[in-house]
Structures are given as C-alpha cells and as structure tokens.
T-cell receptor, first 116, second 115 residues
C-alpha cells in the first residue's frame, strides 16, 4: 500500500534562511505524482509544487523547490529565503498514476515556524 | 490555477442534524473530490464526485452518511448527515486541473463544529 511519511512534526527556521522539509514515500507504481501543500491557520490548502515520477529535473516554483531522489523515494521540499508568512503546516502528498483518479495520500504534516 | 469557493465557510451544528456544503469551481472540471481533515490530523479522501452518476466512496465512508451530488461540471455538494461530535472537521473540496492534469487544487474548506 502506498504511504507518505513526514518525520518532522515541527521545524524552526530563522527568517531569510533556507529550510528543508522531509518527505519519503512508498509505492509499487512506476507512475505517480508528488505534491506539497501549505496550510495556514485559516485551513485552506495552498498548492505549492508538483513532481512527476518521470520528470528528470527537480521541480521549482519561485522560492520552492522539490529535491526528488527517486531511488531513495524521497521528495523533500526546500524553501529558500524563509519569510514570516511561511509559518504554516506543510503536507506532502502522493497520487498514484499520472492521469487516473485523483486520490491523494497525505503525510502527517510538518509545522514550520519562521522566527524573526 | 482554479478558483474554488465553498459555502458555508464555517458552521456550528447540533448533533443529529445535517449540513450541506457547496463547492463551486470557476470552470468546468472533470474530477471533483471531497476530503475530510479531523482536528490535528491529515487529510482523508471521502469520495470522488462523478458528474451524472453516483459518487465513488472510499473505505470507511458511506453514501447514507455523506451523500454527494454533482449536477454539472462546476458544482458539487456534500451533506454530512445525522451529525455527531466526531464529524467535527474541516471539509475540503478539491479539483484536478491543468493541461496535464498534474495540478490539484483545494477550496478554502468548511470548518464544521458539532455540539
């Protein structure tokens, strides 16, 4: 069965520094997608970045980049130049299959606190 | 991206009553989904809302408790029936969109408290 593991319940980072949030996954599928979402205290889920299993390059979106290591089954999120507004819960998720279904399996999340 | 709205944004309900949550998308989407996030927990898929047919429910969720409608490609409703305090959660609508269908977006959520 597919599974997502986020081992860091909470993380602290100094403003303007970079931070890496860990995510490992387990699947027997060859085709899958990996997502990162940000959830502020308001509860909305904000899509940050996507990585497909066949994508050769690591995904990047502004200050967000995904460090994809397929052999190690890890998909860590790197946030560069942290801002106070980055303080939130961050969820890693996986969807099996590229174009089938839409079920996302979520990790337990990491609460990031950015200190001034 | 996709603009997704949900109504209501939050509600406080009495046990034994039912609440219907609406999800509206700004453009037609093939796939719409309903997720639940219990307090302090991660998200769990309740069901996939299919246009023109019955919803597909995940293990542990049943139609009698969470009836879903999908009358067209931009709108869906989720009803939480015969509520108990254990139903207190954030309920989120999600759609899959984008040219390659790789992006998946969520609505702002409905924060439900059952007393």
């Amino acid at each position: 069965a597919q599974k997502i593991t986020q081992t860091q319940p909470g993380m602290f980072v100094q403003e303007k520094e970079a931070v890496t949030l860990d995510c490992t996954y387990d699947t027997s599928d060859q085709s899958y997608g990996l997502f990162w979402y940000k959830q502020p205290s308001s509860g909305e889920m904000i899509f940050l970045i996507y990585q497909g299993s066949y994508d050769e390059q690591n995904a990047t979106e502004g200050r967000y980049s995904l460090n994809f290591q397929k052999a190690r089954k890890s998909a860590n999120l790197v946030i560069s130049a942290s801002q106070l507004g980055d303080s939130a819960m961050y969820f890693c998720a996986m969807r099996e299959g590229y174009n089938q279904g839409g079920k996302l399996i979520f990790g337990q999340g990491t609460e990031l606190s950015v200190k001034p | 991206s996709a603009v997704i709205s949900q109504k209501p944004s939050r509600d406080i309900c009495q046990r034994g009553t039912s609440l219907t949550i609406q999800c509206q998308v700004d453009s037609q989407v093939t796939m719409m989904f309903w997720y639940r996030q219990q307090p302090g927990q991660s998200l769990t898929l309740i069901a996939t809302a299919n246009q023109g047919s019955e919803a597909t429910y995940e293990s542990g969720f049943v139609i009698d408790k969470f009836p879903i409608s999908r009358p067209n490609l931009t709108f869906s409703t989720l009803t939480v029936s015969n509520m108990s305090p254990e139903d207190s959660s954030i309920y989120l609508c999600s759609v899959r969109k984008g040219a390659s269908y790789n992006e998946q977006f969520f609505g702002p959520g409905t924060r439900l408290t059952v007393l």
